[in-house]
């Protein structure tokens, strides 16, 4: 009881250490890049980023799981038969993007299908299995929460801008939002830990930010791109979300963070069930 007490009053305080952290990390990642204008261009850094997420991901799965009731063989079946279609997936969208297949060429644009084709097979799965919904309800909710602070990469697109390589119309709601989301995401997770007062609203709240942030940013990804969905036309091409390592923001961040988005929403629903 004395330690509940003790939490309540401190968990604000808390939540401000992770925010300034948080924008610690965020301001860190800008200005590496500003610094160091080949870092970007190399590669190395998206692909450390991207195994870093990858990793703490399945980690956090099987820890996860190990919180359910179930035995090591069924925890060893849920567990594979999740990382082994996402770590598939993730190689897939690797390649074609080092293949160049989602630059801008003739005919049905690729990087939509890339981006809306998971979330269209995938939710229906995750949100219908009764071993998900175990599965979320044996797992602290903070966790999907505090995961999205890798979105603060997503400041990479106002790097681009400052550069002149994307147009600021893009850029700039899509970096700012992305940004911000992930600089919330560690306070937000943190109150949600902590049990403070109105913080399952503040998660949904958080949630429905990502959402939004992807709603616009994908919408006018769409809008500027060359190709046949172009309807506006920016004061300098967007051909660059195409590339390699930038498309692997689009082509697979954006989709896996919209399915954890959603399975947060679902993990927070159950909880007051």
Do not use: C, E
Not at 170 to 178: K, N, Q, V
Not at 245 to 266: G, N, Q, W
């Amino acid at each position: 009881m004395d330690a509940t007490l003790k939490l309540q009053p401190a968990a604000p305080w808390g939540a401000f250490a992770y925010l300034g952290l948080a924008v610690a990390l965020a301001a860190l990642w800008l200005a590496l890049n500003l610094a160091l204008p080949q870092l970007q261009a190399t590669g190395v850094a998206s692909v450390v980023i991207r195994l870093a997420i990858h990793t703490a991901l399945l980690l956090g799965l099987w820890l996860g799981l190990a919180r359910t009731g179930f035995d090591r063989a069924a925890r060893i079946k849920v567990w594979l038969s999740l990382a082994v279609p996402v770590t598939a997936w993730l190689a897939l969208v690797w390649w074609l993007a080092v293949a160049g297949a989602f630059r801008p060429h003739p005919g049905l644009p690729a990087l939509p299908i890339a981006i809306f084709l998971p979330v269209l097979v995938a939710l229906p799965l995750l949100l219908g299995s009764k071993r998900i919904g175990a599965l979320l309800d044996a797992t602290p909710a903070a966790w999907l929460i505090g995961l999205q602070v890798y979105r603060i990469f997503g400041g990479i697109f106002l790097v681009s801008w400052s550069r002149g390589t994307v147009s600021g119309i893009f850029a700039l709601p899509a970096g700012i939002g992305d940004v911000l989301v992930g600089i919330l995401a560690l306070p937000v997770a943190y109150l949600l830990a902590a049990g403070q007062p109105g913080a399952r609203r503040r998660a949904i709240a958080w949630n429905l930010l990502g959402l939004f942030d992807f709603a616009i940013a994908i919408g006018i990804g769409i809008l500027t791109a060359p190709g046949p969905l172009q309807l506006i036309v920016p004061d300098r091409p967007n051909a660059a979300l195409g590339t390699f390592p930038t498309v692997m923001i689009p082509a697979f961040a954006v989709p896996s963070s919209i399915l954890l988005h959603a399975l947060s929403l679902r993990q927070l629903r159950r909880a007051v069930l």
